[in-house]
């Protein structure tokens, strides 16, 4: 963003402000929603800023308890293990009025199951849903899934009629460019309605005066206004000056000033995610590299000596400014599987790199394109420059694109990236989650986030078994089976573990979510 684009974001949000109350919640993040498409992008900011107009069935809060939203309860058939069944909540209503049932379920299931989209790892398991009465509705998993209702929490459900009447059926087909009705309207349950929504400028919503928990939920905050400023100084400035009280995204070089502001406060807790780089390791030849006929990132060796040149400690205190953990692993410490013996596993050794690298034939080196965002992750860009000097150590001369996440995200699923940075939330908070998306093979319903190529059919039938592995121990070895694969393998090279800090007016009452999803409807403005 340049200094005029940060002025004009600054000055439009000046103007939404003007006659705004106390009430208002101000917000501003680096990014915007990629799509309003409740089953288009599995994508954090996507999924924060649609839960407040939309639903699912259970959301997680900020201790990772489930809470019943759109179900009121829920367990396994006593007459089927390969059943679940869901009692859905009476007498909802949609934003326009209609009636929330057991029909708007199964159709958002099934539209979430649809090849374009980005959530239908979560579903694999499921081979039938159905309405066993208007508030009633049965999920028929291919074995019996003891986590089923965790994949559940960002799913979110669509009246039926709505989408059938505006042509949006089918889900946005996002990498191709695709705009659809749902891209963006909403008609949902959630706690908020849509006003306008400017992509990339400004989204208003207002109070939903007759939501289903207007009664359960503090909803002080009668208006957001949300404007997306990718400018790091920008951002700041516009909590400083107080045209905005609640700021995700803190620089972490701006932490200090703004907790010693005047009326400010800063929250910070760790982040369920992690950070790392994927490398095409799958390709028999890049495209991005000066190696002609061959693919250095399909030699073990090249892989762990370009993870060992990272000195993920310096990333940690001159980058970061302390604000991350180093990771060993793809797994936050939240996730079944993680272990500390794992995430202990990266280390710098410089000259062992080196060694590794004349050993694979690389020994002057070779240049390759590393592909970053720079609006989505905390010091995204200033992460892949930092590990572009570090890379050069073992003579890989790496060439830097930093560009937004709208752009980056596609070139990982549409495999035209060899060598990229990615981070990787785990909100079911189980490693089968990151198998399914990430280290699985990529197929059409499994593996979409996969940009390494790797494919390993025995690794892929345990993940594949994990879904309806009812023996806790034996699945929570087959879990360990796969990271070791993971880790030997060198699929990825971990970076660190974000921290999460949050700005805000000290009027403003939110606890940090490890998610990094705040939902407005439990916010106090006191």
């Known amino acids: 963003m340049t200094k005029l684009t940060g002025i004009l974001a600054v000055a439009a949000l000046m103007s939404s402000t003007a006659i705004v109350n106390a009430e208002t919640l101000r917000w501003a993040r680096a990014g915007d929603a990629l799509t309003l498409d409740p089953h288009s992008q599995n994508e954090g900011p996507s999924h924060t800023m649609r839960h407040q107009m939309y639903e699912p069935l259970i959301i997680r809060d900020t201790a990772g308890n489930f809470v019943p939203t759109l179900a009121t309860d829920w367990a396994p058939s006593p007459d089927d293990p390969n059943v679940w069944v869901f009692n859905l909540r009476q007498g909802v209503k949609f934003h326009d009025g209609a009636d929330f049932n057991s029909e708007d379920v199964v159709f958002s299931i099934n539209r979430a199951k649809q090849p374009n989209s980005d959530m239908k790892e979560l579903l694999n398991s499921i081979v039938e849903v159905r309405a066993t009465g208007d508030y009633q509705v049965e999920f028929v998993t291919d074995g019996p899934n003891p986590i089923l209702p965790s994949n559940l929490t960002n ?20 990498e191709g460019g695709e705009i659809t009705y749902a891209t963006t309207n909403v008609n949902g349950t959630g706690a908020y309605t849509l006003v306008s929504r400017e992509p990339d400028v400004k989204t208003v919503m207002a109070r939903n005066e007759n939501y289903w928990g207007i009664d359960e939920y503090p909803m002080e905050v009668s208006e957001i206004v949300y404007t997306p400023i990718q400018n790091a100084a920008t951002r700041v400035a516009a909590l400083l000056s107080g045209e905005v009280n609640f700021l995700q995204d803190m620089p ?275």
Not at 156 to 169: H, L, R, S
Not at 340 to 361: H, I, N, Q, R, Y
Not at 396 to 424: C, R
Request: aromatic content about 8%; some cysteine.
């Open 252 to 526: 972490v070089q701006d932490l200090a000033r703004v907790d010693e502001a005047d009326g400010l406060v800063v929250k910070k807790a760790p982040q369920n995610r992690v950070i790392f780089f994927g490398m095409n390791q799958g390709a028999a030849d890049l495209e991005a590299d000066d190696v002609e006929g061959a693919n250095p990132l399909a030699d073990l060796r090249v892989r762990k000596a370009m993870s060992m040149a990272i000195n993920r400690d310096a990333i940690q205190q001159v980058v970061m400014r302390g604000q991350s953990e180093p990771a060993g692993m793809i797994a936050p410490p939240f996730v079944n599987g993680w272990t500390a013996e794992m995430d202990g596993e990266s280390s710098t050794d410089v000259e062992g790199a080196k060694a590794l690298m004349a050993e694979a034939g690389y020994g002057d080196g070779f240049s390759i394109r590393l592909d970053c965002p720079n609006d989505r992750y905390i010091n995204d860009e200033a992460i892949c420059q930092a590990a572009v000097g570090m890379l050069g150590q073992i003579g890989i001369t790496v060439n830097l694109e930093a560009i937004p996440k709208a752009q980056h995200f596609p070139k990982i699923t549409d495999s035209k990236t060899d060598f990229y940075m990615l981070g990787w939330g785990v909100p079911t908070y189980d490693s089968e989650y990151i198998f399914n998306f990430l280290v699985h093979g990529r197929e059409e319903s499994i593996g979409s986030w996969n940009g390494t190529g790797y494919d390993n059919d025995e690794i892929d039938v345990l993940i594949e078994s994990l879904a309806s592995n009812t023996d806790l121990d034996q699945r929570n070895a087959d879990i360990a089976t796969i990271w070791r694969a993971v880790q030997d393998d060198q699929l990825y090279i971990p970076i660190h573990h974000q921290v999460l800090n949050w700005g805000m007016a000290e009027n403003v009452g939110v606890e940090v979510d490890a998610e990094d999803q705040p939902r407005v409807k439990f916010f106090t403005m006191n």
């Open 155 to 174: 799913l979110f459900m669509m009246d039926k009629g709505w989408t059938e009447a505006n042509n949006t059926v089918n889900v946005q087909d996002f």
